[in-house]
């Protein structure tokens, strides 16, 4: 199973990026995809997941309103949206997927993507 993040980049504040996380190696069909970051010196923290169906998603706080997480079934991809980027969105932003939606521990990770917002 591979989870292969792209798309990230420099960015002026108020720009915007998107993100793709490519899944291939299984059938990711009733997974949870999810999106994670990790600022330099702070513990990883949730994003935004989706259901693999594309019915329900879920964002942090910080995020909402700014940030939109798809799937696209036939590329086996996931994209988060990110417009109104400001400085403190600066981090690595990693994809994640899970089989059990009600557990805490996701099942496979994939590389980070570094995301830079400048002021």
């Known amino acids: 199973v591979q989870l292969q993040a792209s798309g990230g980049g420099l960015v002026q504040a108020g720009g915007s990026l998107r993100l793709s996380c490519s899944a291939s190696?299984?059938?990711?069909?009733?997974?949870?995809m999810g999106w994670f970051r990790q600022a330099s010196g702070k513990e990883r923290e949730f994003v935004s997941r989706?259901?693999?169906?594309?019915?329900?998603?879920y964002y942090a706080d910080s995020v909402k309103g700014r940030f939109t997480v798809s799937w696209d079934n036939a590329k086996s991809t996931v994209y988060l949206q990110m417009n109104n980027l400001k400085p403190e969105d600066t981090a690595v932003y990693s994809c994640?997927?899970?089989?059990?939606?009600?557990?805490?521990?996701?099942?496979?990770w994939g590389q980070g993507t570094q995301v830079t917002v400048s002021s």
């Open positions: 994640a997927a899970k089989s059990n939606a009600y557990t805490t521990s996701w099942d496979y």
């Open positions: 190696g299984r059938t990711f069909s009733g997974y949870v």
């Open positions: 989706i259901w693999w169906s594309g019915g329900m998603t």
